[in-house]
């Protein structure tokens, strides 16, 4: 069984997405079978943040002085021999999600699963810096958001 923890540094993410801890667990059981490690307890954390915060990140641990729309730091080690397993940490950009302004409460939910989908894969230690990467990674995304979005009513 899969579970994330949400933490929150920005008001307006509540605004959006009511009860948040909530939301995002829900959208994790309705990930493909593999993705929701049957058997095991697997966790990770996922802060809620805006783009100040996420840049300062961005810039200490990956040398780019600039915000971004998620940032994910895969734990590599298992916590215990008991199948507990912690995938690690992801940050994510509410501005970044937030544009344009005018987007409606679904469109935003939309972005949001989508960088939280991608995002989750990077915990996973999938990545885009090869070509070969980014289409495994995109491939593998789709798949993912193509099998959410057929659920996608049981969010609400």
């Not at 095991?40 to 641990?61: A, E």
Request: glycine letters at 2%; hydrophobic letters at 35%; charged letters at 35%.
């Amino acid at each position: 069984m899969i579970n994330v923890n949400i933490i929150s540094d920005n008001k307006y993410w509540s605004k959006r997405i009511k009860k948040t801890p909530i939301f995002f667990n829900k959208l994790l059981k309705l990930f493909p079978k593999k993705y929701q490690f049957v058997n095991k307890k697997v966790n990770f954390t996922t802060l809620l943040s805006h783009n100040n915060n996420i840049k300062k990140l961005n810039k200490k641990f990956r040398k780019k002085n600039k915000a971004t729309d998620v940032l994910a730091f895969p734990f590599e080690k298992k916590i215990n021999k008991k199948k507990i397993y912690y995938l690690g940490d992801m940050v994510i950009s509410y501005e970044f999600i937030n544009k344009p302004k005018s987007l409606t409460n679904a469109q935003f939910k939309e972005k949001v699963i989508k960088i939280f989908i991608h995002g989750f894969l990077h915990l996973l230690n999938y990545d885009h810096i090869k070509l070969k990467d980014y289409r495994k990674m995109s491939k593998e995304e789709s798949k993912i958001y193509k099998f959410v979005d057929k659920k996608i009513e049981k969010l609400n």
